[in-house]
DNA sequence: TCTGGGGTCCTAGGACCC
DNA sequence: TCTGGGGTCCTAGGACCC
């Protein structure tokens, strides 16, 4: 059975055009949170040879000179476009996986013309959502990766690779074959391995020397052995990590705490959302920044004595952490919380000696639906109202669009 | 001056147990 | 002087993904 893989091009920015269509053929960017890195590229700025990643203030000037439109993440925005197009997938195939924010593999029943269907997923998706996509189809998730990026190289919407035209894979970088990243790639090159087909062979042994079993797994993928499963039902996580980088350090532990519950409360919502509870807490307290080599963690972990995502309680957890790990005289310009241990919610273990109120969870459910229903902010713990709203540490995001499909107040407008 | 956030898996080494 | 073998669990670090 055919792996077909569909990715959106340049996601972000494809999102920002469909609600502003006179940027269809401008160059748009858009950045990391915190206004700090470019995280997505439309075509023109890819021409503009700025890399995925790079950080913004290095590149400004050359984006200004083109005139290019600069947008701060969406999230809330590209998560339902996202949605969107998952759900106009699910029509094409019985099964899938949605393997991240723009991109899900399909399993379709084998067909004649799979090139024919490449195109009628294109259409689909660009006529109901405005996202365009690109589809990649092979034997193994690894293959439908290569032919998606051998789409791209040739500018095709849809490549289909098989038999035939196997040796196509001499067009894929080393480096650019699903699962082999940086490290991997300078090490197959310095041996002068330096596309996929060379990867493809390798001997077990030889595959297995230069990276681990994940690698030797990933060879076998490019040879045909499906080993990487279509994980149709997403595995329960093992962590909810909720971290920020601050728009002004914080140095002192009265805001670290007004943060901390912030940071707390998301990430509380998230394991309750998912039916999930804690067993520990992890907070971690960042100094200078992440490129200078005088950067610090400071870092503390509780052990909860019972799993839970009341927030309260992690509230609680997490004041003790801040506690242990704060050091005097410290500026931390990121931080953030860690729960792992994670087990279902119900049934959970009872405490002999903290019973569990079950006005709790109706307490957590009235609270996430307010939340869900008026925005994040809605309704907070009293420790996490800031002196100054927006506070200082708060997020930069100054370029953001409006969350038009989310937000009642953010509704596009149209004029005749 | 300014460099994101959220995940997973593997491996090696140390602590500890019988 | 001579000092085993097998197992588990935890952690840190490194690799990868988007």
New binding site residues.
Partial sequence: MPVVLVDCNNFYASCERVFVPRLRDKPVAVL???D??I?ARSDEVKALNIPM?A???KHRETLDAVGAHIFSANFELYGDLSRRVMHTLETFCNQMEV?????AFLHVPAQSDLTQLGEAIHQRVARWTGIPVRVGIGATKTLA?AASELAKKTKKRTFVLDERNRTALAQVKVED?????????ARLRRNHITTALHLCGLSDQQARRYM???GLRTVYELRGTPCFPLEAQP?T?????????FGEAVSDPATMREVLTTFVS?AAM?LRRDKLAAHMLHVFLLTG???KPDARQDAA?IHLSQATNYTPWLLQAANAGLHKAWRPNSSY??A?VLCYGLVPESPTQGHLFFPTDPRHAALMHTLDTINRKAGHDAVVFAAARPQKKPPAWA?RCTLRSPRYTTRWEELPTAYA
């Fill in positions: 990391s949170n915190n700090g890195c995280i990643g950080p913004y203030f393997y991240s924010i723009d991109e990766k074959v699903w699962g082999i990243g940086r490290r991997w790639g681990n079993v994940i595995p996580r093992k962590s909810v990590v909720h971290s920020r980088s998301r998230k920044h992440r490129h972990t310009t990121k953030g997020t």
